[in-house]
């Protein structure tokens, strides 16, 4: 996230003397931040595919410019299933999208009821 606002030799550095907190920091800025394109596009795939995800959480870890992502979601559709399984399902919803990333982390789990 710092990276839109510092060379990577800087966020290096931050991050070797700082740790967390430049991470914490860059949380921090990016709730701050409005929603790029493909956090949008891919949580309304995410819903569509999971109408009853009780939460759902997509975030664009790479800066905002679309390579890698980070999904939390939860829904009752993952009841019963093992975390592989859940995160199958997942990347099937994505499929298209996933072929123009470099990477992505699933977080799923099942609503506590």
Same mark, same amino acid.
């Given at each position: 996230?710092?990276?839109?606002?510092?060379?990577?030799?800087?966020?290096?550095?931050?991050? /070797?003397?700082?740790?967390?907190?430049?991470?914490?920091?860059?949380?921090?800025?990016?709730?701050?931040?409005?929603?790029? $394109?493909?956090?949008?596009?891919? /949580?309304? *795939?995410?819903?569509?595919?999971?109408?009853?995800?009780?939460?759902?959480?997509?975030? $664009?870890?790479?800066?905002?410019?679309?390579?890698?992502?980070?999904?939390?979601i939860e829904s009752?559709?993952?009841?019963?299933?093992?975390?592989?399984?859940?995160?199958?399902?997942?990347?099937? /919803?994505?499929?298209?999208?996933?072929?123009?990333?470099?990477?992505?982390? *699933?977080?799923?789990?099942?609503? $506590?009821q």
């Amino acid at each position: 996230m710092l990276a839109r606002f510092c060379s990577s030799r800087t966020v290096s550095t931050l991050h /070797a003397l700082c740790g967390n907190q430049v991470s914490l920091y860059g949380q921090l800025q990016r709730c701050l931040s409005t929603q790029t $394109d493909g956090e949008v596009r891919i /949580a309304n *795939i995410l819903r569509e595919k999971f109408p009853s995800a009780s939460s759902l959480k997509v975030t $664009d870890i790479s800066g905002g410019c679309g390579a890698m992502y980070e999904i939390h979601i939860e829904s009752s559709e993952f009841q019963g299933k093992k975390t592989v399984q859940q995160h199958q399902l997942v990347n099937q /919803a994505l499929k298209e999208e996933i072929q123009g990333m470099h990477g992505l982390r *699933i977080f799923t789990g099942v609503p $506590d009821q």
